[in-house]
């Protein structure tokens, strides 16, 4: 068999899959393509979403010479090559740079002289924001647009499409592996179709787990099972019974949820639901977020399972969450106030608390209001202390 995610992959701007925010009828972005009025653009998002794919579409709709290069191997000598090359030519090229986050300040540099006179079309592709990356320079001269995972919907929609014009054989079960597993990422979902098609057919969802024991990307799988054990293992945690928690993690882990997805939901929980009664409860959790996505499984299971246990145990609080809730509600209900003239930066009547001993009584709105409600459970108890210490001198 062929490489289906080379051999299906799309060439014109109503095959693409998904990004309905920038390629439906009425987006802004294929408007600008369609226009030929695109300007230099760096796509971001994650694997498999169509970054590259799309920079082809749009070198073959307004046929640019297109040439594909990589940031981590580019050689300036090599872009002033193809500048040279084109310097009176009727076309300009398009450039595709992947790892577009990786350009060195000097690569910028370069490219930097050609992008203010339009001498090549440059697109640039990331998994990061590469807005940090990036210097001012090349920002002001471009567009950023984020791309977004490929819905399971239209993951669905795709492999029916695929399986039809393949004719190949899967078992349901196995098909809802083959979409979830993937995370949205359509090339890993044509290639482990691709695998398991060559082993049995039809394809059994135990050949696609030995394939990929676990599954790709963060995200929880829409069938009820996923997103009601995600749901049990949270409120376990919040109703500090630990055996619970550790029992729903490991149903969450055999069912192949990334360890990712897992981590960045107990980081959720870590500021929701137990706050500044525990605050080092988030560190714990940034931490391992940040370990699980070094080391994946099976090692990330051990992280994860200390992070379940510290916050089953923790203190729980959820002022924090509740407070800046209330404080968004009132915002979209109406309440935009003033700065206050005396703390505005150039205000002269500014008291700074420096200067009065740590507090000086002064109003920092216009009018009164309340958000915050402590619980003055665990730490957020000695917060509200040193509060009311600092607030009565």
Not at 167 to 172: D, H, T
Not at 307 to 314: E, W
Not at 335 to 343: D, F, G, W
Request: glycine share 4%.
């Amino acid at each position: 068999m062929v490489n289906l995610a080379l051999k299906y992959r799309p060439k014109t701007l109503d095959e693409l899959i998904g990004q309905p925010h920038l390629l439906g009828d009425s987006a802004v972005l294929r408007k600008l393509i369609v226009a030929d009025a695109l300007p230099h653009t760096f796509f971001y998002g994650p694997p498999g979403c169509g970054k590259t794919t799309i920079a082809r579409v749009i070198a073959r709709l307004l046929e640019h010479p297109f040439y594909e290069m990589n940031a981590t191997t580019l050689k300036i000598e090599d872009l002033r090559k193809i500048f040279k090359e084109y310097t009176n030519a009727l076309q300009k090229p398009l450039i595709f740079i992947d790892e577009v986050h990786r350009l060195s300040k000097n690569q910028q540099e370069v490219l930097l002289p050609f992008m203010e006179n339009n001498a090549a079309l440059i697109i640039g592709a990331s998994t990061e924001n590469p807005y940090y990356s990036l210097t001012a320079a090349m920002r002001s001269r471009s567009h950023l647009f984020e791309l977004t995972s490929i819905s399971e919907d239209e993951m669905y929609t795709y492999l029916e499409k695929i399986l039809l014009l393949e004719n190949i054989s899967i078992e349901e079960d196995a098909k809802e592996y083959l979409v979830f597993s993937s995370g949205g990422d359509v090339r890993a979902m044509l290639n482990l179709l691709e695998s398991a098609s060559a082993i049995t057919v039809p394809i059994k969802l135990e050949t696609l787990k030995q394939i990929r024991p676990h599954a790709m990307q963060a995200g929880s799988s829409e069938s009820d099972s996923h997103y009601e054990l995600t749901s049990a293992m949270i409120k376990s945690i919040r109703g500090s019974d630990i055996d619970a928690s550790i029992y729903y993690l490991a149903r969450l882990i055999d069912g192949g949820e990334p360890a990712e997805f897992i981590a960045r939901r107990l980081a959720i929980l870590a500021s929701e639901d137990i706050g500044n009664a525990n605050p080092p409860a988030l560190t714990l959790a940034s931490s391992t977020l940040n370990i699980v996505k070094h080391i994946g499984y099976p090692e990330a299971r051990i992280s994860l399972s200390q992070l379940v246990i510290y916050l089953a145990s923790s203190p729980k609080s959820n002022s924090a969450y509740l407070a800046i809730g209330n404080a968004l509600k009132a915002i979209k209900e109406g309440e935009l106030l003033p700065v206050p003239e005396h703390i505005k930066s150039y205000a002269k009547t500014y008291k700074n608390p420096h200067n009065f001993g740590g507090w000086a009584k002064q109003s920092y709105l216009t009018k009164p209001l309340y958000f915050y409600d402590t619980q003055q459970i665990a730490f957020e108890k000695t917060l509200y202390q040193w509060h009311e210490k600092i607030t009565h001198i």
